[in-house]
């Protein structure tokens, strides 16, 4: 086995074993005591330094297609979902990328465990790879442009509720001083890892979850 799959390895195998009772929601670092959270960190550096795609928006554009599902992510705005309103609990996060149009969804499942109420919270956005004056080539960032945010009930007590899917629709916050960036530091067929223009980590694993959403992008 080469090093890139044992660090692939060690490093999944870490993440499923504390996403054990997570129900499938992301896993932030607030959530993991500061040992745990630095093996991670550590692990993913090692695997970002052997990344078999050092250049994904030239050469690796058909790996970026399609659905991914959070798995672990110490963004503040991930951070901020653990704590929900009216006893609200965070369910999968996605994002769906589609490469051609340069257009992607972020898409936060939410429940209440008793049932009452379950929906989802989608953002828009449309993205550009970045130019870097040290980097000409389109390489591994790509600034990003929020559009959209979409607040959807899909049951209530079990009963679907199309009119309130969605039941509002506001325009997505940007960055004020500054253009949003995402760095992709590792792709393969599975997996990426991501670092947000404040340094804050994202690791997705590809999905076939969303055959409804992929086409509503």
Do not use: C
Request: proline share 5%; no cysteine; net charge neutral.
């Amino acid at each position: 086995m080469n090093n890139q799959l044992l660090i692939k390895e060690k490093l999944q195998a870490k993440l499923e074993n504390i996403q054990t009772k997570s129900d499938g929601s992301p896993i932030t670092d607030l959530q993991l005591d500061k040992t745990l959270a630095a093996e991670i960190e550590q692990l993913t550096t090692e695997l970002e330094r052997v990344n078999p795609n050092l250049n994904p928006l030239l050469y690796a554009t058909s790996l970026l297609e399609g659905a991914w599902l959070l798995q672990y992510s110490t963004a503040r705005e991930i951070r901020s979902l653990a704590s929900l309103p009216l006893g609200l609990k965070l369910g999968k996060v996605y994002q769906v990328i589609d490469v051609v149009n340069k257009l992607f969804f972020n898409l936060a499942k939410v429940k209440h465990p008793l049932g009452l109420v379950s929906g989802y919270v989608k953002v828009t956005a449309s993205f550009e790879p970045a130019k870097e004056d040290l980097e000409p080539l389109q390489n591994k960032r790509i600034n990003v442009y929020f559009d959209k945010r979409y607040l959807s009930i899909e049951k209530l007590v079990g009963i679907n509720t199309p009119k309130l899917n969605p039941f509002k629709v506001v325009s997505a916050n940007n960055p004020t001083s500054r253009t949003a960036t995402l760095d992709i530091t590792y792709l393969d067929e599975t997996l990426r890892i991501g670092r947000g223009g404040d340094g804050s980590l994202f690791i997705l694993t590809k999905s076939d979850d969303l055959a409804n959403f992929s086409s509503s992008i």
